[in-house]
């Protein structure tokens, strides 16, 4: 056991000595988020979502929907119950949720129809946009249907939500950014290092077990994982005033860095297996991070993404860690409700380990 410490005392002490590895670890991660937040931190949510709940289904209410999934200024979900899109509204997915009640060509023929509309009052421009576009839309149908002047009214209620502006979504994001890039390059280099240099050789003759030698770079990582995530969050908090939910958030989010974490490490174990020199884990470093790094919905969300890209960026680990940060520490969701994310994570970690285990060479 004492030989254990001594390997973390010694890993930690090659980290803190290595400058380049200390600014890939803390200084790039708060720089990265630094610089897009003070570009795009002011601003409001990314995207005018509008949900439709269509409970009349004629051909007057199926044509409005058209007309309004033709509107460049909003992207329109049909959703089909007021209540979940009403939940969803709380949660902040949408800007606002129009219905269009049942026999609403009856009511349209008989005179004025008031048609119900809700809206995030969390950010007045946003809330003044989406309702004057979805009025204007709404007049325009209503006099190219009837030729004369406008028979559909908004009836209009703001609710409060849980909506977050770009520097909340990205915060979480380069915290899950962080963990990808310390676990798969930082364990894959190192050790790939470590089998150049007959490291594991000579340590594969000593009395030293291997789970042991293994267990305290994972452990050192793991701790690196922590402080990156705390750092991160602190300067969110301090610097942008990024608003956590209330409750057990810090745990929560300490618990998600271990996991993801481990994901990663797990991964960058493998490609460390795998590679016969530096060159090569670095090539495949790059193969498997940057595309996480950039379709994983770090930096923007992935809604508007095209359909066929779509399952790629649900294959990526970094996605789910990234989503279930956000939900947790913005949104204040308890670790169960997130628990897919987690059980995604899990099985990478299990699957790379076993992978690792198998392909794994001392020289």
Not at 223 to 233: K, T, Y
Not at 314 to 333: E, S
Request: proline share 4%; charged share 10%; aromatic share 12%.
């Amino acid at each position: 056991m004492r030989t254990f410490w001594d390997f973390v005392k010694a890993d930690i002490q090659i980290t803190v000595r290595n400058r380049q590895a200390l600014f890939w670890t803390f200084f790039f991660p708060v720089l990265l988020m630094f610089l897009l937040g003070v570009v795009f931190g002011q601003s409001g949510s990314f995207t005018t979502k509008l949900a439709i709940v269509n409970d009349d289904r004629g051909p007057m209410s199926t044509a409005m929907v058209a007309v309004f999934g033709s509107v460049d200024a909003l992207k329109v979900t049909a959703v089909s119950s007021e209540p979940g899109a009403l939940k969803s509204l709380r949660n902040g997915d949408y800007a606002a949720v129009l219905v269009l009640p049942a026999g609403l060509e009856q009511r349209f023929g008989k005179g004025s129809s008031a048609l119900p509309f809700y809206y995030d009052n969390s950010s007045l421009a946003q809330a003044g946009t989406v309702t004057m576009v979805t009025q204007q839309v709404v007049n325009g149908f209503a006099q190219q249907a009837s030729g004369s002047q406008p028979k559909f009214e908004l009836r209009s209620r703001g609710i409060a939500s849980s909506s977050f502006n770009y520097i909340s979504f990205l915060v979480p994001g380069v915290v899950a950014m962080a963990l990808m890039t310390n676990g798969i390059y930082g364990v894959s280099g190192t050790f790939v290092a470590y089998r150049q240099r007959g490291v594991l050789r000579r340590l594969k003759a000593t009395p030293m077990p291997l789970p042991s030698f293994v267990g305290s770079r994972v452990l050192v990582h793991l701790l690196l994982a922590l402080m990156q995530a705390g750092l991160v969050i602190a300067v969110g908090v301090g610097l942008f005033h990024v608003h956590m939910a209330a409750g057990p958030t810090l745990a929560r989010m300490a618990l998600l860095a271990l996991i993801g974490s481990g994901s990663f490490v797990a991964i960058g174990f493998f490609i460390a297996a795998v590679s016969k020199n530096v060159e090569t884990s670095a090539a495949l470093g790059q193969v498997v991070g940057t595309p996480m790094m950039f379709l994983s919905g770090i930096f923007f969300p992935m809604n508007n993404a095209p359909v066929w890209i779509q399952p790629i960026v649900k294959a990526m680990p970094l996605y789910y860690l990234a989503n279930a940060m956000r939900d947790v520490m913005i949104k204040g969701f308890a670790l169960w409700a997130v628990r897919w994310d987690i059980m995604i994570l899990l099985v990478v970690t299990a699957v790379f380990l076993v992978l690792s285990v198998r392909f794994f060479r001392w020289e």
